[in-house]
């Protein structure tokens, strides 16, 4: 390739046979070399090249020949050259056009917007599923050039087909494949309409305008992939469809040139729509070598369903299913390598007219043939391809040098079948299999474009990666297309109509296929080695033969086994076929149904970020609310949000304070609601009691003959009273014993006892509050002489210490309670002895009974002079008291503890022991009482006793008063 790039310009104007050389070696270098075991089974001369042939003399240059001139007048047939030079890197890419469909509707909007003229930008639709599962936003694609929905066809034809064209013209293969989804355009792009022709027309009209008064008169035809053969005018093997110059008044004639026969098949091509002669079109022609003369020949083929289809066959004989409709097959051309199709119509077409009706008469087939076999015309890839023969032309001499050094190339032209995804066809029976056909063999061309893509990238030295082409019959029959020659791909878009996704796989279907760079470097000029017609036409006709035997050998299939291998070989690819075609419809539905997934996961994600939005929104109005009440010096960045959540802190600070305050005012409203009930009662019953104390003093004071006194002068009482007190005496006798000894029994402290195995601890808790709030309350009315208030009481509960450890402790009752309860006990056990030894100091006369009897024993003696043996003796009795009433006390306390597990029987036992010790006392106490005797020793003291009980019935004895009331009050329970 490079020396013929490298050497052909120099040479170009130097010799002839020094470009044939260039040239030759440029084509057949690497097929040669291919092909040299294969050459060696063949009959043909090692060493047939012209130039080869020039040396060893066999060949003369075409000038000698024809007409003796010299070298320097022979056409140089630089062209391919001179184009390769020219050519850059970038031009060897496939070009990829993008044309986007104009829109129906002005409501919607397109979803594809072009930047420039090579970019456009995919926005997906809200309902897409790439929006959808993928969250896709917006994506640029990039394209050798983009066309607007107002791109007329005559711009599109000039800017993609016709370099194309000049190529085939100049001898170089080219392709045009328009890809893109159903109604997307492709077949516009293509064929056109009436009064608006596509590329095929255009290429036609072209090519034709461009050889006027150029065409060959050579019986030549194209075989195999670019070679060429003659034909006699009468052998049966020139092609069978010709449309004759004769027809020319109906072109639309298609009429076996030879066979007469033939003529009663031949369909008439009704006028249509889709492309008609009414109007001249724009008359374009390009630059073409004079020294040649044109032959062009068209064939017109489709690809159904993996099967390869002549769409120029005649329809007469093909009236019958589609499953008899005869298949082409793919041969291989082991001179070149090349792949092309056996038995295939080639037409010669002699103008523009012509060309029209081939192509009418292969679109009325298509659709008679999809009539019959019951399928969518729009459902198979179609190809139209044109093979232009340059024969050498001796100007001099108007001779065609036709046969000597021959070029032929060819342009393919494809309208694939839509590119949509299988959802979106009927996906049953036949339609199915169609899809997953078209799907797979559209899938196949993106694999061999990707893998073209791939080896052209890789470094020297790394073997390249085999390019899948016989997996499918497009990309099987287009090999040679994408490595020898120049390839367009048209991609068509219909922004509105059609699905986004699916658009969306055919822009990146074709961001593929550009970056691929075919090859010019097997030029497809080939020459005719067959320069045996130098020779005598019988040695044409023998070397013919002898070149032919073994390819036609080979490639008929003559050989049974080989047939039957074929078969077998034909019926697995069907299989591997249908499977392949199963697995990738179970990978779409599969896909289609993880998206679905996907989507409602989306939504499902996209309703909660819905809500925390609203959320969020609402709580910006909050702030913006806060915002507006808020001093502007604050309204801005972070030390507006320091502020407000401050602001939060202190404001969550001062409920919960506010919180505790109300809980603790609750607490203590309750207490006071309980002592406000409380209250009327205690102050009646102290009241009560007070009276009784003072009924208990009167009578002890009446019964030491002071109550006269008393009662002239103080006493509230009545005589009624005072002798009611004295009838009563009997009963209403309080032994001093007696009240100590209650203090022994501590029926309170039973009763609390008692009550522990059936209250709940709440309720002890309660009581023991309340016991201690009413003792303190009661201190508090006796100190105070009765005047509390409410508010006072409530003042003193909320400010006395000791409630509020009283409150306190409440708090730990749950778990310590028994403690608790003994403290208590244990606290106004304290009091009491407190009380006692204070009041024992000072009225132990009085109160003390025994003390009494010892002053009666001691009778003579002054009080006065035996002070301290009394005091002493007082003492010891009051310590021997102490004693008995702590053991009593402490038996009291291990019984009420016992209580809890000790039975009934243990529990009277105690009493009853309990009891005989008050009698014992009780006899004692009366044992050592002598009336009489009393009154008289007392009546002596009298000064003293005046005085003392004087002062005892002044003071009430705020202790005893107290030890009294709290007893009394325990009495309650
Ligand atoms: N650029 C365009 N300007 C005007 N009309 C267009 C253009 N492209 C497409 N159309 C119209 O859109 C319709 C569908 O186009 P067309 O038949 O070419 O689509 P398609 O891709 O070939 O579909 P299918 O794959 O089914 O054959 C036709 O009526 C055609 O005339």
Request: charge should be negative; charged fraction near 30%; include cysteine.
């Amino acid at each position: 390739m490079e020396n013929v790039t490298q050497s052909g310009k120099k040479e170009a104007n130097s010799t002839y046979s020094t470009p044939l050389r260039s040239r030759q070696v440029g084509i057949s270098e690497t097929t040669l070399k291919k092909k040299k075991p294969v050459n060696k089974d063949l009959p043909v001369p090692p060493d047939r090249t012209p130039t080869s042939a020039l040396r060893r003399g066999i060949l003369k240059p075409i000038s000698d020949v024809s007409s003796n001139k010299t070298t320097s007048n022979i056409p140089s047939v630089t062209f391919s050259e001179s184009r390769l030079k020219k050519r850059d890197h970038n031009s060897g890419l496939i070009k990829a056009y993008l044309r986007i469909r104009p829109i129906n509707s002005d409501v919607i909007k397109p979803y594809i917007q072009i930047i420039n003229d090579t970019e456009v930008v995919m926005i997906p639709p809200k309902d897409s599923h790439a929006f959808k599962a993928c969250n896709k936003g917006p994506e640029k694609y990039m394209f050798t050039k983009v066309f607007n929905e107002r791109t007329s066809q005559k711009r599109f034809f000039l800017e993609t087909t016709l370099p194309l064209v000049k190529g085939v013209l100049n001898g170089t293969n080219g392709l045009v494949f328009a890809y893109g989804v159903t109604n997307s355009g492709k077949t516009y792009s293509i064929q056109g309409t009436r009064n608006e022709e596509g590329i095929l027309p255009r290429t036609l009209d072209t090519i034709f305008n461009s050889i006027q008064n150029l065409e060959s008169e050579a019986q030549i035809k194209p075989v195999r992939y670019n070679e060429v053969e003659n034909y006699n005018g009468n052998e049966t093997s020139v092609p069978p469809i010709i449309v004759s110059k004769s027809h020319m008044e109906n072109p639309f004639i298609l009429s076996d040139s030879n066979s007469s026969s033939n003529k009663n098949n031949s369909a008439e091509i009704e006028d249509s729509d889709a492309l008609d002669l009414t109007h001249k079109l724009d008359n374009i022609a390009v630059d073409v070598d004079k020294q040649f003369r044109y032959a062009v020949w068209v064939s017109y083929v489709e690809i159904y369903n993996e099967k390869i289809y002549d769409l120029l066959e005649d329809p007469g004989s093909a009236k019958q299913p589609e499953s008899k409709r005869k298949a082409l097959i793919v041969k291989n051309d082991k001179r070149t390598g090349n792949k092309y199709l056996s038995d295939i119509k080639e037409v010669r077409i002699r103008n523009v007219e012509e060309g029209y009706a081939v192509l009418k008469q292969g679109m009325k087939n298509r659709q008679i043939f999809s009539t019959l076999a019951n399928e969518t015309s729009s459902r198979s890839h179609c190809i139209f391809m044109i093979k232009v023969i340059k024969i050498p032309h001796d100007k001099d001499n108007a001779t065609e040098l036709s046969s000597s050094f021959v070029v032929t190339s060819r342009l393919s032209i494809v309208d694939l079948a839509g590119s949509e995804r299988t959802k979106h066809v009927q996906t049953t029976g036949t339609r199915l299999k169609e899809a997953g056909n078209i799907n797979r063999s559209l899938m196949v061309l993106g694999q061999c474009l990707e893998i073209l893509r791939a080896n052209q990238t890789r470094p020297k030295g790394q073997k390249h990666i085999l390019v899948p082409y016989r997996h499918s019959k497009l990309t099987e029959l287009f090999q040679s297309s994408f490595a020898d020659g120049e390839s367009v791909m048209i991609v068509n878009i219909n922004p509105v109509d059609t699905g986004f996704d699916e658009n969306m796989q055919v822009m990146k279907f074709s961001a593929v296929a550009k970056d691929v760079c075919t090859s010019l470097k097997n030029i497809s000029s080939h020459y005719g080695y067959r320069s045996t017609l130098l020779f005598t036409p019988k040695k044409i006709e023998k070397e013919n033969k002898t070149c032919n035997s073994n390819d036609s050998k080979s490639e008929d299939n003559y050989d049974p086994l080989i047939n039957m291998l074929f078969a077998q070989i034909e019926d697995l690819r069907e299989k591997w076929i249908s499977a392949e075609m199963r697995c990738g419809n179970l990978k779409l539905e599969i896909r289609e149904q993880v998206s679905d997934e996907i989507a409602v996961h989306m939504s499902n994600m996209g309703k909660k970020c819905m809500d925390q939005q609203n959320i969020t929104e609402s709580m910006e109005r909050q702030m913006e609310i806060i915002r507006r009440d808020t001093p502007s010096t604050i309204h801005s960045g972070a030390s507006y949000y320091n502020f407000s959540s401050n602001l939060i802190d202190k404001l969550q600070t001062e409920i919960q304070e506010l919180e505790n305050e109300v809980e603790k005012l609750e607490n203590k409203s309750r207490i006071c609601a309980s002592l406000l009930n409380d209250k009327d009662a205690l102050i009646e019953k102290l009241q009560f009691e007070n009276k009784e104390l003072e009924r208990q003093i009167l009578y002890f004071a009446q019964k030491l003959d002071y109550v006269d006194i008393e009662t002239e002068d103080d006493s509230n009482l009545t005589d009624q009273e005072l002798n009611a007190m004295k009838i009563n005496k009997p009963s209403e006798e309080i032994s001093l014993k007696e009240i100590e000894n209650y203090n022994y029994l501590s029926p309170t402290k039973q009763e609390y006892d008692d009550r522990l195995c059936t209250l709940n601890i709440d309720d002890i808790v309660k009581e023991c509050v309340e016991e201690m709030n009413q003792k303190r309350t009661l201190d508090e009315i006796n100190s105070q002489k009765e005047e509390t208030t409410l508010k006072e009481v409530e003042n003193y509960n909320y400010l006395s210490p000791t409630k509020q450890g009283c409150d306190d402790r409440a708090g730990i009752l749950d778990n310590d309670l028994y403690d608790i309860v003994e403290e208590c006990d244990e606290e106004v056990n304290q009091k009491r002895t407190l009380d006692e030894v204070n009041s024992q100091n000072e009225n132990y006369d009085y109160l003390s009974p025994t003390k009494q009897g010892c002053d009666d024993d001691r009778v003579g003696i002054s009080l006065f002079e035996d002070n301290d043996d009394i005091v002493e003796e007082f003492d010891e009795e009051v310590n021997q008291r102490r004693t008995l009433h702590e053991i009593h006390s402490q038996k009291g306390e291990d019984a009420s503890r016992k209580r809890s597990i000790l039975n009934i029987d243990d529990i009277v036992e105690e009493r009853e022991e309990v009891n005989q010790k008050r009698t014992l006392d009780e006899i004692n106490s009366q044992k050592g009482e002598d009336e009489p005797r009393k009154r008289r020793k007392l009546r002596n003291k009298k000064p003293y006793f005046e005085t003392e009980i004087e002062e005892n019935l002044n003071k009430v004895s705020p202790p005893k008063m107290k030890l009294i009331s709290n007893r009394k009050s325990f009495r309650r329970y």
